[in-house]
């Protein structure tokens, strides 16, 4: 169900889980439906060439297969996304958008839409296209055979053969292997936007902008396990990518040097012991 924090009237009207929440927001009691077994997050800023495509493709993938529900969070889209997704809404039951009044970034919109999700367990997919929601099965399935146990938080999907220009591939190799050698996190391919993680885990997480470049690093440092499963990638079709070498080389290295600190002030506890009282 959706977080709780922010007990506003916007979230009332999202989930009216509260009786005078729902009140207040001028909202009529209903019964609410249960919760989904997942959701689907999609951060998506300025793609309403690609993004009912992918919604669809999303819906044919998981329907009678995962009971889901896909939230869209249009990160202050300045083209049709926002009235080509309203339009969408009365054919997809399963789909909710929320939307930013501003652009605040990827991580921004990551959070926004995990904290609305009823789910439990969240799949997240870049709105661009390029992530193939069939590997959502895939990943799906790899938190099965990998164990639910209290340690598991995390799966990554890991672009084995990337469909994008020379530059963005050596740049994002070049950026994986320096990640990887300060934060040891083990995971080759940190900037899939295909991700299966527990709700409750991620937010409890700390959270920062573009920190979604930095999942597996957080788990980890959270003391849960961080598995990687090679998935799809395909060509971008339609629209334009919104990120470069230059507008992420140095913000990297910022928040580089900052989930450094993180990782090196953590220390979690080996075990807790609760004491029962003696007679």
């Known amino acids: ?11 009332a009207r999202l989930d009216p889980a509260e009786p005078a929440a729902a009140a207040a927001a001028g909202v009529l009691a209903s019964p609410i439906p249960p919760p989904p077994a997942l959701s689907v997050v999609i951060p998506a800023h300025n793609e309403s060439e690609s993004i009912l495509e992918l919604l669809d493709e999303v819906s044919r993938v998981l329907t009678g297969r995962i009971d889901f529900e896909a939230i869209v969070v ?19 039951p ?12 990827q991580s921004a919109a990551l959070l926004t839409g995990v904290r ?13 296209g390029q992530n193939d929601p069939a590997d959502i099965v895939k ?6 055979e990998t164990g639910e146990d209290a340690g598991f938080g995390l799966i990554a999907g890991y672009r084995a053969k990337r469909r994008d220009s020379l530059a963005k591939k050596l740049s994002s190799r070049i950026a994986n292997r320096v990640r ?16 299966l993680f527990e709700r409750q885990a991620f937010l409890d997480l700390p959270h920062f902008d573009h920190v979604h470049r930095f999942l597996p690093a957080l788990f980890l440092r959270a003391g ?10 395909r060509p971008r079709l339609r629209g334009r990518s919104h990120y470069g070498v230059g507008n992420r080389l140095w913000v990297g290295i910022v928040d580089l ?9 953590s220390r979690l506890p080996e075990g807790v012991d609760e004491l029962a009282g003696k007679d």
């Open 224 to 233: 849960r396990r961080v598995v990687s499963v090679p998935v799809n990638h």
């Open 1 to 11: 169900m959706a977080d709780s924090a922010e007990p506003d009237a916007w979230q």
């Open 180 to 195: 990887g050698a300060l934060l040891a996190d083990h995971t080759p391919d940190t900037g899939c936007g295909l991700k």
């Open 74 to 92: 249009d990160d202050g889209s300045t083209d049709a996304m926002d009235q080509r997704l309203a339009a969408a809404l009365p054919a997809r």
């Open 257 to 265: 040097l900052g989930v450094m600190w993180l990782k090196r002030r």
């Open 139 to 144: 990943l799906w399935a790899a938190r099965h």
């Open 116 to 128: 609305a999700a009823r789910a439990p367990w969240i799949a997240t997919l870049d709105g661009d």
């Open 94 to 105: 399963w789909l909710r958008v929320l939307r930013h009044r501003r652009q605040s970034g």
